[in-house]
């Protein structure tokens, strides 16, 4: 249930009513925004008396919540999540493009490619420290030595951190490193990993099961925003359908469909959805024009030599020519909604 409250509310009759329902056993989520004061009641309403709180001459509406998320509903918080990482802003109409290797593979690669994506107009670096891969006998990432030269290049570029982890144990290492810690899709319904996170003060990239709906991918950040951290970017990746041409099928109303559920910035990885680099800049074309509040993208000097998803990652001056179109976008995008 939302309570919306009356723009003139004042501030002891706001508290007055916040601790009679937290009494009644409800967990309260205030939002103050510019524009509404909102209470989200989270527990069971139905032994609410509706008629009785419409009594409080302060309360403006009273809405029925359907969807089973609730902090991350947009009707518990109308205005956009805005996340600040260093200074680099998403939501609330600021776009944000991740981008690097898959995987962070050795200290003269990641060097190169972060500072030539820093070049082209990348705000965060990524790179997989932790690879969670389907052969156990594939590359499985260079672990802390990796976050280490992670590390390196963020010194030397400025460029905040977004790496993956994939497991409970490596929680505190990774929050070490990273200014923002990926969950991969294959572990968006690893609760315990899920809730570990949510209990850091890190900035959380979840992005979506390969076979997740899109509430499922809700629920799961919601396990996030109930354990206290509400920083949560969500990424579509592209989920498993018939069609084998491409590596997944980018469900790009997912995106749209999330703006409209959620407060939260959702951003697209259009490399993982094709699994091809001639594919990349057309799906990521198409994200930010359906209004996708940023990117991550695989980037590789040499793709060919690349130890994991090559065959998916743009040759620098491509992803050059990627954030070029991609700003035409936002900008085609800005002028619509002015
Ligand atoms: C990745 O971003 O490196 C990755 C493994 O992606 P996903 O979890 O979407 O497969
Ligand atoms: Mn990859």
Not at 105 to 131: D, N, T
Not at 151 to 173: F, N
Request: proline residues 4%.
């Amino acid at each position: 249930m939302v309570i919306v409250m009356k723009q003139n509310t004042p501030n002891e009759e706001l508290e007055q009513l916040n601790t009679c329902l937290r009494q009644m056993g409800f967990q309260i989520h205030l939002s103050q925004g510019e524009n509404f004061t909102i209470l989200g009641l989270i527990g069971d309403t139905t032994r609410i008396n509706e008629g009785r709180l419409r009594a409080n001459p302060y309360i403006d509406r009273i809405l029925r919540v359907q969807h089973p998320f609730k902090r991350v509903n947009r009707m518990f918080h109308p205005e956009d999540t805005v996340i600040d990482i260093a200074g680099h802003r998403i939501g609330g109409g600021s776009t944000l493009i991740i981008a690097g290797p898959c995987a962070v593979e050795s200290e003269e690669q990641l060097m190169v490619i972060a500072q030539q994506v820093k070049a082209s107009g990348a705000h965060l670096l990524r790179g997989g420290a932790f690879k969670p891969r389907t052969s156990p006998y594939s590359f499985q990432g260079l672990g802390v030595q990796g976050l280490e030269l992670l590390q390196r290049a963020k010194e030397l570029t400025g460029m905040p951190i977004v790496t993956e982890c994939i497991s409970v144990d490596s929680v505190g290492i990774v929050a070490e490193y990273a200014d923002v810690i990926q969950i991969g899709a294959r572990n968006m319904q690893n609760f315990a990993l899920l809730k570990k996170v949510g209990q850091t003060n890190r900035v959380v990239l979840l992005k979506r099961g390969m076979s997740a709906t899109i509430e499922e991918l809700l629920m799961a950040a919601e396990y996030i925003l109930a354990e206290g951290n509400e920083q949560v970017i969500l990424c579509e990746r592209g989920i498993r359908t018939y069609e084998t041409y491409t590596r997944n099928t980018l469900d790009v109303s997912a995106i749209v469909a999330i703006k409209e559920l959620s407060h939260l910035p959702i951003i697209c990885d259009p490399s993982h959805a094709a699994g091809k680099w001639e594919m990349v800049t057309p799906l990521a074309k198409a994200a930010i024009a359906a209004g996708a509040d940023g990117l991550m993208v695989e980037v590789h000097h040499q793709p060919e030599m690349a130890l994991s998803d090559g065959n998916q990652s743009l040759k620098p001056e491509r992803f050059e020519q990627l954030v070029a179109a991609v700003n035409q976008i936002v900008a085609v995008n800005k002028s619509l909604t002015d």
